[in-house]
């Protein structure tokens, strides 16, 4: 069974940055697309950015995150990262990863998720 554990929130300033972790473990990590997605209260979980499976995957962002966020793999230690930089309120909620599969989440149960509030 595929784990998911992310790390890495807290609280920032606007304008501020945030490194996420999304530690992965069972499987085989290299074969895996994997996304970022969020949630926020009273909203769906949604889709922040995906890199594709292999060494350097390929890398697809949301439009409200494009030019500020990286999404970045190291295969060799099953860890996907999300890099936050000019963060914004709207980016308040709790992050989570998991591979994407035709466009679906891929694996249950998700993680713990992390918090990451952006103060104005």
């Known amino acids: 069974q595929v784990q998911l554990v992310e790390s890495g929130g807290g609280l920032v300033q606007a304008g501020g940055s945030l490194r996420l972790s999304c530690a992965v473990s069972?499987?085989?990590?290299?074969?895996?697309?994997i996304g970022w997605f969020r949630q926020v209260p009273g909203k769906d979980r949604e889709v922040v950015a995906v890199?594709?499976?292999?060494?350097?995957?390929?890398?697809h962002y949301e439009d409200f995150v494009k030019g500020r966020f990286t999404i970045s793999r190291d295969n060799a230690k099953n860890t996907v990262y999300l890099q936050m930089n000019n963060l914004k309120p709207m980016d308040t909620g709790v992050y989570y990863c998991?591979?994407?599969?035709?466009?679906?989440?891929?694996?249950?149960?998700w993680g713990q998720g992390t918090q990451v509030t952006v103060s104005s």
């Open positions: 998991n591979g994407v599969t035709n466009g679906q989440p891929t694996f249950d149960p």
């Open positions: 069972g499987g085989t990590f290299r074969s895996y697309v």
């Open positions: 890199i594709g499976s292999g060494r350097v995957g390929r890398t």
